[in-house]
């Protein structure tokens, strides 16, 4: 297939309606591919693929239940014909607590939606992709998941094990299907960036060598590369203004 350009490409998007996952789903259409926006949020849905010219597919789906991603998988396949790409975005960040004060309820949340709501999507698309020869597999993690920091520990240990599931489908499905990782440190200007506390954020940017976080565009545009490469499979790439050491 000629990765020169993904005009005839079909990705889906999980947390495509708003945040990160929409600036991928709009550069992934601004380079040709059909997207199909994944989120749980019917009003944000809407509002997303009016971003992107109202040509966009969507689905409802709850990406911790296997049943709502199958019938929205299948929907899917059914609306574009084809699935050539997954790119999982869609998470959320849980209390900020210590292990011995973390709520139970919380922690299984958290790794439902970070964590099992990944393997659940891959798992949905992957039959389909061996069945072709070809995928693209993008999940998005985190600094947090490498390196340990103030973030929420739940979220953390969710993304640490997000990257080794990346690592280890990207072995099992090599050669035909690549599967790749994006980690964001701070991302000036989202939801989660506005909940961190202004001086633990200030103190992030004088960290960073080029003091200041990243944009959702530089998630984008790497998410955008990973869709394209024919020869790049099991990477984590870190996009955080430069930290020295992780």
């Known amino acids: 297939m000629n990765q ?28 040709g591919a059909r997207v199909s926006l994944w989120d749980r949020d019917e009003k944000a849905l809407k509002d997303g693929a009016g971003q992107l010219g109202g040509q966009a597919h969507t689905a409802r789906v709850d990406v911790s239940d296997e049943a709502s991603v199958k019938r929205a998988f299948d929907e899917t396949l059914a ?31 958290v790794l439902d939606i970070n964590l099992t709501g990944v393997f659940l999507c ?6 389909h992709m061996k069945a072709n020869d070809y995928g693209r597999i993008v999940n998005i993690a985190s600094i947090a998941g490498l390196r ?33 990782c994006v980690a964001p440190g701070l991302i000036e200007g989202t939801r989660m960036a506005q909940r961190i506390p202004p001086a633990v954020a200030e103190s992030v940017r004088k960290t960073v060598v080029l003091g200041r976080g990243a ?15 024919d020869s790049i499979t099991g990477q984590v790439l870190v996009v955080d203004g430069g930290l020295v050491f992780h």
Not at 12 to 29: D, F, M, P, S, Y
Not at 82 to 96: E, F, K, L, W, Y
Not at 156 to 176: N, Y
Not at 215 to 229: K, M, S
């Open 4 to 31: 020169l350009d993904l005009e005839h490409d079909n990705i889906i998007v999980t947390g495509g309606a708003a945040g990160i996952g929409l600036a991928i789903a709009q550069r992934l259409a601004a380079s």
């Open 79 to 109: 609306a574009l014909g084809r699935v050539d790409g997954m790119v999982c975005s869609a998470g959320i960040t849980g209390p900020n607590l210590t292990t011995w004060d973390y709520p139970v309820a919380d922690w299984k949340q």
């Open 122 to 127: 891959n798992k949905a698309a992957i039959p």
């Open 148 to 180: 340990p920091t103030g973030s929420s520990i739940a979220y953390a240990a969710s993304k640490a094990g997000l990257i080794h599931l990346t690592r280890c489908l990207a072995v099992a499905l090599a050669p035909t299907i690549t599967v790749n």
């Open 215 to 229: 944009d959702v565009g530089d998630i984008a545009a790497q998410v955008e590369t990973f869709c394209r490469a």
